[in-house]
């Protein structure tokens, strides 16, 4: 059975930092790439970033370029997202999602099995 349980998401000023957790079990990262998602209120959900199966390629939105990095522990079958530098605009719901598409995807469309969220808030 594949899962996916995300952690780490608080309550951060902005400029700060956090690292979320996606744990993940029921597959392996030479075949399924991982991804972080976003979901704030009233807005439209947004691929944050990913990586892909095997060599573990990255993608990342703009909008979290240079401040955000993804990374995995094959040992801990754990997929980390450092986040820094954060902004209020950052404040969502984190989602990880598994995806057996080759390379990088980018659409939610295209992920299989899904944690079930982390909040994140950033005051001003």
């Known amino acids: 059975e594949v899962q996916l349980v995300e952690s780490g998401g608080a309550l951060v000023q902005a400029g700060g930092s956090l690292r979320l957790s996606c744990r993940t079990s029921?597959?392996?990262?030479?075949?399924?790439?991982v991804g972080w998602f976003r979901q704030a209120p009233g807005k439209e959900g947004e691929g944050v970033a990913c990586i892909s199966s095997g060599l573990g390629d990255t993608y990342y939105a703009d909008s979290v370029k240079g401040r955000f990095t993804i990374s995995r522990d094959k040992a801990k079958n754990t997929v980390y997202l450092q986040m820094n530098r954060l902004k209020p605009e950052d404040t969502a719901v984190y989602y990880c999602a598994a995806s057996a598409r080759i390379g990088t995807p980018t659409d939610g469309n295209e992920y299989s099995y899904w944690g079930q969220g982390t909040q994140v808030t950033v005051s001003s």
């Open positions: 029921g597959f392996s990262y030479e075949h399924y790439a």
